[in-house]
């Protein structure tokens, strides 16, 4: 893949995570009001929808699969974690939060993978 492509890639990989991740907020600068409650799991419900990004970014982008669903998940969530480091300073358990983090973006490296190998399989021409 050229240095334009991987640029491409991450970049949508980061737009995709963001809005995924941020849709609420996106969604009340356009006037759209959401009530949707958030249920008592420690992972929320944005995630879930991130297997169908990753999916579908590992499909688009078959060589980088693993590395757009790193970008996907990492860069939104370093971004909010960012912020929160600038306003209210280093939370005490980061350590636990950071390997938290990594663990829930292992799945989505595993479906952008596979979501890959099917693209690859089934969908590129016979040579």
């Known amino acids: 893949m050229k240095k334009p492509d991987l640029a491409i890639a991450l970049l949508c990989s980061f737009l995709l995570g963001l809005l995924v991740v941020e849709w609420r907020a996106i969604a009340r600068v356009a006037g759209i009001g959401t009530n949707i409650t958030a249920s008592d799991s420690a992972v929320a419900p944005e995630y879930w929808v991130g297997f169908i990004a990753v999916a579908l970014l590992g499909a688009v982008f078959p060589r980088r699969a693993v590395l757009c669903a790193i ?57």
Do not use: C, D, Q
């Open 71 to 127: 970008v996907f998940m990492m860069g939104p969530v370093s971004l909010r974690h960012i912020a929160y480091i600038v306003e209210n300073g280093i939370p005490n358990l980061w350590p636990i939060e950071i390997a938290f983090i990594l663990l829930l973006t292992l799945p989505y490296m595993a479906v952008a993978y596979l979501a890959a190998k099917a693209r690859m399989r089934f969908l590129s021409p016979s040579t």
